[in-house]
């Protein structure tokens, strides 16, 4: 029953900071977990953050200490605080729900977000 899409990408330089946001319709938001995937050119999507019920994280080693994952369940609203951003964070940043905290996604994969980090 759930729908999202995503928001808040666009051109940063290395060292900069984005947030973005996944905005849910539906009903059950608040039960499931939450994550971000990306994928960059060439290369398989790769599951980037996730948050529980509870808010229990997991972060991929890459991002971790520099990415923070929550949501707004009164809002029915995900965020990713993305800071000190690379040029390999470049990617389409897609918001799923999950099985577990650590996927698979259960939702049809929308348009995601373009992230591009670049001097």
């Known amino acids: 029953q759930v729908q999202l899409v995503e928001s808040g990408g666009g051109l940063v330089q290395p060292g900069g900071s984005l947030r973005l946001s996944c905005a849910a319709s539906g009903s059950g938001f608040s039960i499931y977990v939450m994550g971000w995937y990306r994928q960059a050119p060439g290369k398989q999507r790769e599951l980037v953050a996730t948050?529980?019920?509870?808010?229990?994280?997991y972060y991929a080693d890459s991002v971790k200490g520099r990415f923070t994952i929550s949501r707004d369940n009164a809002k029915k609203t995900g965020y990713l605080q993305m800071n000190s951003l690379k040029p390999e964070d470049t990617a389409v940043y897609y918001c799923?729900?999950?099985?577990?905290?650590?996927?698979?996604?259960?939702?049809?994969w929308g348009q995601g977000t373009q992230v591009t980090v670049s001097s």
């Open positions: 948050i529980a019920p509870g808010n229990i994280m």
């Open positions: 799923n729900i999950l099985r577990s905290l650590k996927g698979p996604g259960i939702v049809n």
